[in-house]
């Protein structure tokens, strides 16, 4: 009778460690994850117009941004341009590959600067290749003034 209750209770603590083994291997997955994103490295050392620059009311831009990046966790990753107004609205966007190591890039996007904005908000985050958030998005901001 002691074996049988021995056994009984060695089958109830299997059976709660194989329930345990999808959330430990989730963790460890996420955990992954965070350590290659806490890898990447994004900075913007250039641009054009300069930062400080003040935009006007309908009128066409072409922004350049020059980028340095690093990162080894992945052969390669996706940099983009996002261009926005204050209230977050999508004006522009363009994205480049660009492959593991320590460089530098430079993204280019025309667009026209909409009526009603005040500012546009430029952000360059970094994804690296099989993830879906970006561990850096430098930005900067442009003011906006009538014609």
């Known amino acids: 009778m002691n074996n049988r209750f021995r056994y009984s209770r060695i089958q109830k603590d299997l059976r709660k460690l194989r329930a345990l083994i999808p959330f430990l291997l989730g963790i460890l997955i996420l955990h992954s994850q965070a350590s290659a994103l806490e890898a990447a490295t994004i ?3 250039k641009t054009m117009p300069q930062d400080g620059t ?3 009311k309908d009128s066409e831009i072409e922004l350049v941004i020059d980028v340095e990046y690093a990162f080894k966790e992945t052969k390669t990753a996706t940099i983009s341009l996002v261009i926005q107004d204050q209230d977050a609205n999508h004006i522009a966007e363009t994205s480049i590959v660009v492959n593991e190591g320590s460089e ?3 993204l280019r996007k025309k667009f026209k600067v909409p009526q009603n904005s005040k500012s546009i908000v430029v ?3 970094i994804y690296l290749q099989g ?3 970006s561990s850096a998005a430098p930005a900067i901001a442009y ?3 009538q014609k």
Do not use: C, G, Q, S
């Open 104 to 106: 530098r890039a430079t």
């Open 131 to 133: 993830h879906e958030t």
């Open 54 to 56: 003040v935009l006007t």
């Open 43 to 45: 900075k913007i050392v």
């Open 123 to 125: 952000y360059t985050p």
């Open 143 to 145: 003011n906006v003034k």
